[in-house]
């Protein structure tokens, strides 16, 4: 057959020539991004800022052995997710390729060898602690920390271990999904690792962030009663709302662990999520009942404007632990638990693949209640 040229193929469709064949004229570099073999995804660059976050393209990701690719459903941001974009979590920089957030939710799409506890169609998720799936913690659990050592969620396919995936029900929303993972298993492990919570306890939690509000809905599903700090008296009604039994406005009350103490008739709080750090520890002991656990997670309050009065921890049998993360297992429990019981993660925004830097900028400004999300589709 002789060659169809451009002006052959308007003349013939202008005289109604049906029995002319036509050919495609669409030149191949307008091919979809997948079917050149490409995706998107973030990286953090040079970690000097919000401005840092840059939207690159990556070849289509190949699952190794005891690897799997998940598309993308939703993604959540954590705090330490603005420190990576600053250079300045765990005091250094990560790669700047790193493809960031430890918290995300998908489908698998691929399989690598030798891989037998998902299959391509499943709906799942990750510990962040990819290489931490169950047992004591060892400080090793960092070089594959999601985001961070090794790449994460914001990216429209992951590559990930096959072994740090937790499957999702279908009845858990892949926004619900991405929300969960570590917010959930730090909470988890210092509620019932650490602070073994049985029914009537008073856990005491700072903050409306997303871990303070996760902490809130794991101590009402216990049994306990949940008590909040906040500067913002809108937001405390809000916790109220969501099952908060006591609440305090830290900067009405600076003495803040005195007025917990009264409105638990004198007994003290008996488990204490900390995320804020040393700047609050000394008003943490002073809700303390005796024999009291704190799991000391965070330091977003900066230094100490003075030194904790640690004979309280003596004369009160303080139990304070660090406590980073934890494994696939408590997330698989986590999982169980939220199936069964309905809770849902209090989400605050969620914002799209396209607008992520918005999602980051959004957390930055510290007004958000409970997670900020970012949902692919």
Known sequence: MSKITRRDALRAVSA????????????????SREARGEIRAYQVGDQKGLDSLTLTQRPDPVPGPGQVVVRTRAAA????????LH?????????????????GAGDVIAVGEGVTRVAVGDRVTAVPFTSWADGEFDPSVFVADLGVGVDGWLTEKALLPADALVKVSDRIDYTDAAALSAVGVTAWSILHG????KPGDVVLTLGTGGLSMM???????????????????EKLAAARALGADITVNYRTHPNWGEKIVEATDGHGVDIVVETVGASTLTQSLAACAPNAR?????????????VPNFGTVIRKNVTIKGLTGGTRRTLERLHRAVEASGLRPV??????????????????????MGKVVIRFD
């Open 215 to 233: 902490a809130v809905q794991l101590a009402k599903m216990a049994g306990a009663r949940a008590a909040i700090t906040s500067s913002s008296d």
């Open 194 to 197: 650490l602070g073994a919570v």
């Open 87 to 103: 250079g300045r979590y765990l005091g250094r920089k990560v790669a700047p390729e790193r493809i960031p957030l430890a918290d």
């Open 347 to 368: 989400i605050d925004k969620v914002f799209s693949f396209e607008n992520a830097p918005a999602a980051f900028a959004h957390l930055a400004k510290g007004d958000h």
């Open 77 to 84: 941001l954590n705090n330490r997710d603005s420190s990576v």
């Open 16 to 31: 109604g020539m049906a029995g002319l064949p036509i050919v495609s004229l669409a030149a191949p570099r307008n091919r």
């Open 294 to 306: 704190i799991g000391f997670v965070g330091s977003l309050g900066g230094q100490a404007t003075a």
